[in-house]
């Protein structure tokens, strides 16, 4: 990206805002009107407040601040500011309707396009390797996520549909993948759209571990479920029993227990939960439960981000775990392509250099990190992007899901929530300290 010109980049720009604004479109469109402006939980935003979020966005950024034009709408900026209005208090705030928000994200999408073709694709920060526009396409792309929850939340019969996953491919994986102890580099200071929070790159010293080759599966979680682990105190941290117990949790979300075994509704169909695929909607702390009855625990943001990155013949960090090369669907489950996590062990090809199999899309990965800056970190654009979230109260979340785009996913990318979150699609797989002279 950063060596392309500048007519390589705005087509580039383009197709990916072209891409994530029919995302949006389909999310936003397979429902009634009645449903855009329900709530569906007290967790999430109105669908049309998204909407017109995701134009309020893209109006700031590029129409005003890159293309210097005038303010379309100053009057809502307010309203679809997310630090001004809770997502619960969403519903009740004069929101454009169905109607209007289609028009206004229109019309800001084709003064967009306008700026894009004059914009300088370098010059200042904001425009380098089109910059701005590579941020307000992962924007939508979040929002599109988010959506995508959402739409898991809803009540009603199935709207969205999509081809079954890839089945396992790979035949017998090893269980576990041992990681030798040294440095790497963790970050960016080169790729050309990664976020405020992924850079600077940096050396970072990790000791000799040994990973899950692939994320705990449903079939897995079930022994710990069906051993009792949800109700073993021994099992959870304090806060994690806490949240356990105030909230009666004994399942993962959506799941439910029926008389021939655990079935869960995925999207508006109800099926048994299928036992290859990585467990889902789990929160950081039955992720801590099932690791600490494993024997093990869950990975540090860097152990999960050499495992991924670090190509042990070179000595370098690659943009993503199977190279530099941006993903395919032979790669990674990922852009809402199929409505599920695939099979553990359906993307041989994206495996890692130290062959770890599937840590981009299919389920984010919670680690044991707090959200927090790299040395060296700067808020760019904006302090609201991460910032003001870093701190002990957010864990750090790796590697996207089946509900991720291309466009917003690699090897640097870094998400943050609640450890108590699990309406999100969150999923994990186990670490351990390497043993004194243990060599996988
Ligand atoms: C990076 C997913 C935590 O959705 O809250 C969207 C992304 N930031 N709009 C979120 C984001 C501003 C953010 N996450
Ligand atoms: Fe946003």
Redesign the pocket.
């Known amino acids: 990206l950063r060596d392309l010109p500048a007519e390589g980049l705005r087509s580039r720009a383009a197709e990916a805002l072209e891409r994530a604004r029919a995302r949006s479109t389909v999310l936003t469109g397979v429902v009634d009107d009645d449903d855009l402006v329900r709530q569906h939980s007290k967790l999430m935003s109105p669908l049309v407040w998204d909407l017109a979020h995701i134009g309020s966005q893209e109006e700031l950024w590029l129409v005003r601040d890159v293309g210097g034009r005038e303010p379309l709408r100053p009057d809502i900026d307010d309203l679809y500011d997310?630090f001004q209005h809770p997502r619960a208090s969403r519903p009740s705030l004069p929101l454009l309707g169905p109607a209007e928000a289609r028009a206004y994200v229109a019309e800001v999408r084709a003064k967009a396009f306008d700026v894009l073709e004059r914009a300088p694709m370098t010059g200042r920060p904001l425009t380098e390797a089109g910059f701005a526009f590579g941020m307000i396409t992962q924007?939508e792309q979040?929002?599109d996520e988010?959506m995508l929850a959402t739409h898991q939340l809803r009540q009603g019969d199935p709207v969205l549909h999509a081809p079954e996953p890839p089945p396992a491919r790979s035949g017998e994986l090893p269980g576990e993948v041992f990681i030798p102890a040294g440095s790497f580099v963790m970050g960016t200071s080169l790729e050309p759209w990664a976020l405020d929070n992924e850079r600077p790159a940096h050396e970072v010293e990790v000791d000799a571990f040994v990973l899950d080759t692939v994320p705990v599966t449903n079939g897995a979680y079930l022994e710990f479920l069906e051993s009792g682990g949800y109700d073993r105190r021994e099992w959870w941290s304090a806060a994690g029993w806490e949240y356990r117990s105030a909230h009666d949790i004994t399942a993962p979300r959506f799941w439910r227990r029926e008389r021939d075994g655990w079935w869960r509704v995925r999207f508006g169909v109800h099926e048994p939960v299928p036992v290859d695929q990585p467990v889902v909607h789990v929160s950081f702390y039955e992720a801590e439960a099932y690791a600490a009855w494993a024997g093990k625990r869950l990975p540090t943001e860097a152990e999960w981000e050499k495992a991924a990155r670090f190509d042990p013949a070179t000595g370098e960090s690659r943009r993503y775990p199977w190279g530099n090369d941006d993903p395919t669907p032979e790669h990674a489950n990922l852009g809402q392509r199929h409505l599920s996590p695939a099979p553990a062990g359906a993307y041989p090809k994206g495996a890692s250099a130290f062959g770890v199999h599937q840590l981009i899309g299919d389920v984010w990965e919670w680690t044991s990190t707090d959200f927090a800056g790299y040395p060296g970190f700067r808020a760019f654009p904006y302090r609201e992007?991460s910032e003001v979230f870093f701190g002990p109260e957010y864990k750090v979340l790796r590697g996207g899901s089946f509900g991720t785009d291309a466009a917003a996913i690699r090897g640097t990318f870094r998400?943050?929530?609640y450890p108590i979150r699990r309406q999100i699609f969150s999923g994990f797989r186990c670490a351990r300290d390497a043993a004194p002279g243990e060599r996988a």
């Open positions: 997310a924007h979040q929002h988010t992007y998400n943050w929530d």
